[in-house]
């Protein structure tokens, strides 16, 4: 009887090769805030609403940068910190991207073994770890053979079989 293969997994994502996947976000505020700088240099004596704007601009778009932006990298430095020491939930088995009883075509489910892992599409690019859009996106279709790393719900690693 011939000795079964190891199937070979082709990564899709993997938090560990990223330095800060939401850096557009951080450098949006920033670029926000140098506008902001802009209109008051620019704004004379009698333009209220371009120096109120421009205040305004100037304060947030760095607040933003600075509260967002580290929010962020601390929860990408958690799930980089998990892959690191292992300290991950391995979630091996198929995808079903419309899994009986979700209602709102919202969540896609992997059946691994007699347990099911539900994850949610995301709505937003921004969170930490990888996410989906909408079924079959995200490198991912209905029936995939996948291997997860799974940290408190969120995926830190995904691996598709070829």
């Not at 850096?23 to 949006?28: G, K, Y």
């Not at 371009?50 to 760095?62: C, E, K, N, Q």
Request: hydrophobic share 45%.
């Amino acid at each position: 009887m011939p000795v079964p293969q190891p199937t070979a997994h082709r990564v899709l994502y993997d938090a560990s090769d990223l330095w800060f996947p939401a850096w557009p976000l951080a450098v949006a505020g920033i670029a926000v805030g140098l506008v902001g700088v802009g209109l008051l240099r620019r704004a004379g004596e009698g333009r209220v609403l371009a120096r109120t704007v421009g205040s305004v601009l100037a304060v947030f778009g760095p607040t933003w940068a600075l509260v967002v932006g580290t929010a962020l990298v601390v929860q990408h430095a958690r799930l980089r910190a998990a892959l690191g020491d292992g300290s991950f939930t391995l979630v091996e088995g198929v995808v079903y991207d419309r899994p009986p009883g979700d209602a709102g075509d919202a969540s896609w489910v992997v059946e691994s073994g007699a347990r099911a892992h539900w994850y949610r599409y995301g709505r937003v690019w921004w969170t930490a770890g990888y996410q989906r859009r909408a079924p079959g996106s995200g490198g991912l279709h209905d029936g995939s053979q996948v291997r997860i790393a799974d940290v408190r719900g969120r995926i830190a690693r995904i691996e598709v079989a070829e």
